[in-house]
């Protein structure tokens, strides 16, 4: 009965180790400047998502809502989430946001995503 609560701590333990071992220590701080949007598809995806998703997503990264700059997510994922919202996250829909809006976006978050992992 004794070795019930060390086991309980020393597994807490664990777990808090490894959470803090795979958080990044630079996560706010730019690692490779300033992402500039290549194609048009980005630059108008970039514009939409300065005015759609930046104010809880600042730069993709936390904020008000988590970071989506630094997650593995097929486009149609994004696609989805944007709209259906989840959570505190709005929808928005297809008269907020046309398909080809929300294609511009999901391109943008997609380079996004990628420029922030070959930059680190």
Same mark, same amino acid.
């Given at each position: 009965?004794?070795?019930?609560?060390?086991?309980?701590?020393?597994?807490?333990?664990?777990?808090?180790?490894?959470?803090?071992?795979?958080?990044?220590?630079?996560? @706010? $701080?730019?690692?490779?400047? $300033?992402?500039?949007?290549?194609?048009? $598809?980005?630059?108008?995806?970039? $514009?939409?998502?300065?005015?759609?998703?930046?104010?809880?997503?600042? #730069? @993709?990264?936390?904020?008000? #809502?988590?970071?989506? *700059? *630094?997650?593995?997510?097929?486009?149609?994922?994004?696609?989805?989430?944007?709209?259906?919202?989840?959570?505190?996250?709005?929808?928005? +829909?297809?008269?907020?946001?046309? +398909?080809? +809006?929300?294609?511009?976006?999901?391109?943008?978050?997609?380079?996004?995503?990628?420029?922030?992992? +070959? @930059?680190?």
């Amino acid at each position: 009965m004794s070795r019930s609560p060390h086991l309980a701590a020393s597994l807490l333990a664990g777990i808090l180790l490894l959470t803090v071992g795979c958080m990044s220590q630079r996560r @706010g $701080e730019p690692i490779a400047g $300033e992402f500039i949007p290549s194609s048009t $598809e980005e630059r108008s995806g970039r $514009e939409l998502f300065m005015q759609l998703c930046h104010q809880c997503h600042p #730069g @993709g990264m936390a904020g008000l #809502g988590p970071a989506i *700059n *630094n997650k593995p997510l097929p486009q149609w994922l994004v696609k989805t989430q944007v709209r259906q919202g989840l959570g505190a996250m709005p929808s928005f +829909d297809e008269a907020e946001l046309p +398909d080809a +809006d929300l294609d511009a976006l999901a391109e943008y978050v997609s380079a996004l995503r990628s420029e922030r992992a +070959d @930059g680190q």
